[in-house]
């Protein structure tokens, strides 16, 4: 299932997710550890987004994690997992007995030794099946870019010890099972959305508004999740953003001519997992990312910053850094990270 895409130009308005340089494939595997034998390890890294069906095991999720260097979204929702004991699974060199039906431990996580484990840092999308009775230890853990996990089952599958990081990924869930996650063990951290992940570029056109552009797109503010808007910003856009948009994972703003944050703008936006800015930036306004709880690794500030208001980011409690880009910043509010907490750097110059 692909990402809803959207593609809509009219004077001023162009809605889509980006496209270029993507290379789709769907390959049936029909036995088991056999994936790699239906292409060219050549043809097997050029593939972006791949579609597996038939039946897979932990061989073929090493060579998924090692291998296709340029994967960005995996589909496994109709695939299933066999059960496979050896050394050749993603344990590598060490006898394993991975369970069926399981994403198997470490499957794009590498571990180096006993205290480095290397990520699959192209992945930003996995889909898993209904049929997924557990994800193993460590099998997601650094996968730093994996901003949607998928899951097609309606009750939650066992979750193991770093298997997902909740401050990284959205948990995208069958309509009506949110609660069954939230209350099943380990997962009670998590941001949980129900329906298909959407996302849409947005460019504005100087007659135009956000919120009539997405309309015009046939989209609901509500329903979007990642957000790039382009183009002329206003006051009453981050408005449409603050009251109209609460199932917000991602936004950015760099092609934007906003100069300013406004206050609460993105006040208690519980999924919100990263924001990048306008790049003519010059004020956050008071509480502006308050509450943000699953805000997570540096935010960076456009050079041109010169005001940072109170409390704008209280709650924030995954930010690591506020990264400040330039030495213009006049202006710091009281209180903006709470507690006492200072998570302002800056950037050293070259």
Same mark, same amino acid.
């Given at each position: 299932?692909?990402?809803?895409?959207?593609?809509? =130009?009219?004077?001023?308005?162009?809605?889509?997710?980006? $496209? /270029?340089?993507?290379?789709?494939?769907?390959?049936?595997? $029909?036995?088991?550890?056999?994936?790699?034998?239906?292409?060219?390890?050549?043809?097997?890294?050029?593939?972006?987004?791949?579609?597996?069906?038939?039946?897979?095991?932990?061989?073929? *999720?090493?060579?998924?994690?090692?291998?296709?260097?340029?994967?960005?979204?995996?589909?496994?929702?109709?695939?299933?997992?066999?059960?496979?004991?050896?050394?050749?699974?993603?344990?590598?060199?060490?006898?394993? @007995?991975?369970?069926?039906?399981?994403?198997?431990?470490?499957?794009?996580?590498?571990?180096?030794?006993?205290?480095? *484990? @290397?990520?699959?840092?192209?992945?930003?999308?996995? #889909?898993?099946?209904?049929?997924?009775?557990? #994800?193993?230890?460590?099998?997601?853990?650094?996968?730093?870019?994996?901003?949607?996990?998928?899951?097609?089952?309606?009750?939650?599958?066992?979750?193991?010890? &770093? $298997?997902?990081?909740?401050?990284?990924?959205?948990?995208?869930?069958?309509?009506?099972?949110?609660?069954?996650?939230?209350?099943?063990?380990?997962?009670?951290? *998590?941001?949980?959305?129900?329906?298909?992940?959407?996302?849409?570029?947005?460019? =504005?056109?100087?007659?135009?508004?956000?919120?009539? &552009?997405?309309?015009?797109?046939? #989209?609901?503010?509500?329903?979007?999740?990642?957000?790039?808007?382009?183009?002329?910003?206003? &006051?009453?856009?981050?408005?449409?953003?603050?009251?109209?948009?609460?199932?917000?994972?991602?936004?950015?703003?760099?092609?934007?001519?906003?100069?300013? =944050?406004?206050?609460?703008?993105?006040?208690?936006?519980?999924?919100?997992?990263?924001?990048?800015?306008?790049?003519?930036?010059?004020?956050?306004?008071?509480?502006?990312? /308050?509450?943000?709880?699953?805000?997570?690794?540096?935010?960076?500030?456009?050079?041109?910053?010169?005001? #940072?208001?109170?409390? $704008?980011?209280?709650?924030?409690?995954?930010?690591?850094?506020?990264?400040?880009?330039?030495?213009? =910043?006049?202006?710091?509010?009281?209180?903006?990270?709470?507690?006492?907490?200072?998570? @302002?750097?800056?950037?050293?110059?070259?």
């Amino acid at each position: 299932m692909k990402l809803k895409k959207i593609l809509l =130009i009219t004077a001023g308005l162009g809605l889509m997710l980006n $496209a /270029s340089a993507q290379k789709s494939k769907t390959y049936y595997v $029909a036995k088991p550890g056999t994936l790699v034998e239906l292409m060219t390890e050549a043809e097997a890294n050029q593939i972006t987004h791949l579609t597996l069906q038939g039946k897979l095991n932990a061989t073929d *999720f090493r060579h998924l994690r090692d291998e296709f260097k340029s994967l960005e979204l995996l589909d496994i929702s109709n695939a299933s997992i066999s059960m496979y004991a050896g050394k050749n699974g993603t344990y590598s060199g060490h006898f394993y @007995i991975y369970p069926a039906n399981s994403i198997p431990a470490y499957a794009f996580c590498k571990p180096v030794n006993d205290s480095t *484990f @290397i990520g699959k840092e192209s992945l930003t999308r996995v #889909i898993l099946s209904d049929k997924t009775k557990n #994800i193993e230890d460590a099998a997601f853990k650094n996968c730093n870019n994996l901003k949607i996990c998928q899951i097609r089952k309606k009750t939650a599958p066992n979750l193991m010890t &770093e $298997a997902l990081a909740d401050s990284v990924t959205a948990i995208f869930v069958p309509l009506g099972s949110s609660d069954a996650y939230r209350n099943k063990k380990k997962w009670e951290t *998590f941001a949980f959305i129900e329906g298909e992940p959407l996302g849409v570029t947005v460019q =504005i056109g100087l007659m135009g508004s956000l919120a009539s &552009e997405l309309l015009r797109g046939g #989209i609901q503010p509500k329903d979007v999740n990642f957000l790039t808007v382009e183009g002329k910003l206003d &006051e009453a856009d981050f408005v449409l953003i603050r009251d109209y948009m609460p199932n917000l994972v991602s936004i950015d703003m760099s092609q934007s001519n906003a100069t300013a =944050i406004p206050d609460y703008t993105f006040t208690q936006k519980k999924y919100l997992l990263s924001a990048v800015l306008p790049r003519g930036l010059k004020s956050i306004g008071q509480r502006a990312f /308050s509450g943000c709880g699953r805000l997570c690794g540096t935010l960076t500030l456009p050079s041109g910053v010169t005001a #940072i208001e109170y409390g $704008a980011f209280i709650g924030c409690d995954n930010l690591r850094y506020v990264m400040a880009t330039g030495n213009k =910043i006049t202006t710091l509010g009281d209180n903006l990270f709470g507690e006492g907490k200072g998570k @302002i750097i800056y950037k050293e110059k070259q």
